[in-house]
């Protein structure tokens, strides 16, 4: 059977951690892509057991998920801007939190609501570089005129998403400054800004949050951050993946293993077939997606590293390591267990991330 193993301990101690960290401040515990591959509903019961009662998710239909499996008082942001009478209908049904990241966004919200006949609460969402949802700091105005003229909707907060605090706090505290000032400008104009939050786990980890009330976190509990930390400030991956081993044998010298025949044997040796693949998220990694030229340098860069690096993909069987030969396939890996008793039914142990592992695989937590 394959599953991914989440360590309570290890959750609690990243938990911990951003509650230090936090100081007091309201934690959103951000919960979006199926709590990161935790498991929507027990990530979220771990982080309410730990006194977090915050919630904020992508999808309304996640909203009525928490509110059908008992999550009935706390509160549950939903991050992105409705675009339909069905996101709005979940959204109210769920006594959620919408954002309204435009004008446009606002009249539809205020409609719809006028429609059911309910007062929707929402944050609103500004653009400070991410470049996807959100007013761009200059529309104060055009935010204060919901705040003016439609009723319908409850504005308890205003909030907005860093981009480069994993790597440029420059860039990153200016986009807090340009946040700020526009908190201060509808406070100006008589507008109460409600909750104003910014900060993503790298800015926690990175940045000052003492002029922010609250705090979303997201990665760090799962003790994978985007930038380099200290010790990685004590934060700790929470989980691994598990299956049986399904056939142990031996390859002669010559005899290669998987696609493109990337190994041959320089000798006899013993290897575990493991039903594990890329398909499962083994050896799956954030794609090099960007395309500026300093950025392609640099992932050139780092696969120059790897070459005279002896790191190697491994599993671990027995409690020792077993290095990956060949290609990872979709679904199966060889393993070299040539210096470790294995049988077919051992259980081999995979490093993978939660995020990129198959939502198919069962989630149980130890």
Sequence with gaps: MKAY?????????????????????PIYGVIKANGYGLGLLQLARVLRDEGIDRFAVTEPSDA????????????????RPVVSEADVSDIIDA????????????VLLSGLAEKHAEVVEAHIKIDTGMGRYGFVPAETERIAQIYR????????????HFNCAFGSMKKTN????????????????????????????????RGDISRTDAVRVGSAFLGRLPCRLKNNAGLQPVGYARCEVVQVRWLREGQTVGYGAAYTAKKAVRVAVIPFGYA???????????????????YLLHDVRGLFSARRMTVTIHG????????IGMVHCVADVSSIQCEPGDEAVIEVSPVYANSAIERIYE
Excluded at 151 to 157: D, L, M, V
Excluded at 185 to 196: A, D, H, I, T, W
Excluded at 280 to 298: K, M, S, W, Y
Excluded at 320 to 327: E, K, N, Q, S
Aim: charged letters at 30%; one cysteine or more.
């Design 5 to 25: 193993i989440v360590e309570r301990d290890k959750l609690k101690n990243n938990i911990d951690i951003v509650k230090k960290r936090a100081a007091g401040k």
């Design 64 to 79: 009525i998920r928490l509110r059908m499996a008992g999550f009935i008082d706390e509160e549950i942001l939903v991050m």
């Design 95 to 106: 006594h959620a939190v919408a954002t309204i990241g435009s004008y446009d966004d606002a």
């Design 149 to 160: 003229y439609m009723k319908r909707i409850s504005i308890t907060g205003l909030y907005t």
């Design 174 to 205: 200016a986009q807090l400054e340009s946040f700020l000032a526009v908190a201060d400008r509808l406070r100006e104009s008589g507008c109460n800004p409600g909750c104003v939050h910014a900060a993503n786990s790298s800015f926690l980890f």
């Design 280 to 298: 499962d998220g083994f050896g799956v990694a954030r794609a090099n997606d960007i395309f500026r030229f300093r950025d392609r340098l640099r």
């Design 320 to 327: 020792r390591r077993a290095p990956v030969l060949g290609h």
